[in-house]
């Protein structure tokens, strides 16, 4: 199961950096989401995968005596897809708006001021 969320997680990053090197602002976009949901699954990968044992203590313990799910990375990839949720659609509002005005959603032509003839 680990090796298969590292084959994922490797296959996240890389098209998400091929994405951000793009000239397109969509891509820009879609490959920043890749990125995060990557960054997501390293997380959850770091706090370890244990399948059926919840972070419960028994009534006769006083600590955990077996294996235990750590809910702390959960907790954190959860509020991290919240934030990139309301991220990504404030960024699709703006790229809306910027091709509106624009009429392109290419980089290069963002960056160059338009030249006026005298």
Known sequence: MELLLVLVLGFLYAAGVYLILRR???KLLLGIMLLGNGTNILIFLLGSITKGKPPVIDTDHNVFQDIYAD???QALI???IVI???LTAFAIVLLKRVYALVDTD??????????EDI
């Open 24 to 26: 397109s602002m969509v």
């Open 84 to 86: 990139s949720f309301a």
């Open 71 to 73: 809910p702390i990375p």
């Open 106 to 115: 290419d980089l290069d032509d963002l960056n160059t001021p338009e030249e």
């Open 78 to 80: 959860l509020t991290a």
